[in-house]
Nanobody, 119 residues
Framework: QVQLVESGGGSVQPGGSLRLSCTAS???????????FGWFRQAPGKEREGVSC???????VYSDSVKGRFTISRDYAKNTVYLQMNSLQPKDPAVYFC??????????WGRGTQVNVSS
């Protein structure tokens, strides 16, 4: 059974940074590089939106709202995917989820980690 656990959320001031981690278990190390991993977020009263995705071929996409501020990466040795978030803005607070895919149809999801941005 694949499980994803997010961590690294918290509260920062506008302009601050956070690094989210998503550690995957249940995926053999040889297969981890083949998986797509996506980061999504959902703010109160809003629909879940895709933030970034890294594919098996290492191609990466970002939503327009985070492009230039967020960076997705992964560590094969740790079966972990990261989302480095810089220049956080008041529009960024949400619960951030990782998933084994780049769309809402992803099969496995983590429980999420809360990100708050306030002065």
């Amino acid at each position: 059974q694949v499980q994803l656990v997010e961590s690294g959320g918290g509260s920062v001031q506008p302009g601050g940074s956070l690094r989210l981690s998503c550690t995957a278990s249940g995926i053999p190390s040889d297969y981890f590089p083949l998986y797509q991993f996506g980061w999504f977020r959902q703010a109160p009263g809003k629909e879940r939106e895709g933030v970034s995705c890294i594919r098996g071929d290492e191609s990466i996409v970002y939503s327009d709202s985070v492009k230039g501020r967020f960076t997705i990466s992964r560590d094969y040795a740790k079966n972990t995917v990261y989302l480095q978030m810089n220049s956080l803005q008041p529009k960024d607070p949400a619960v951030y989820f990782c998933a084994t895919g780049c769309s809402d149809s992803a099969l496995y999801w983590g429980r999420g980690t809360q990100v708050n941005v306030s002065s």
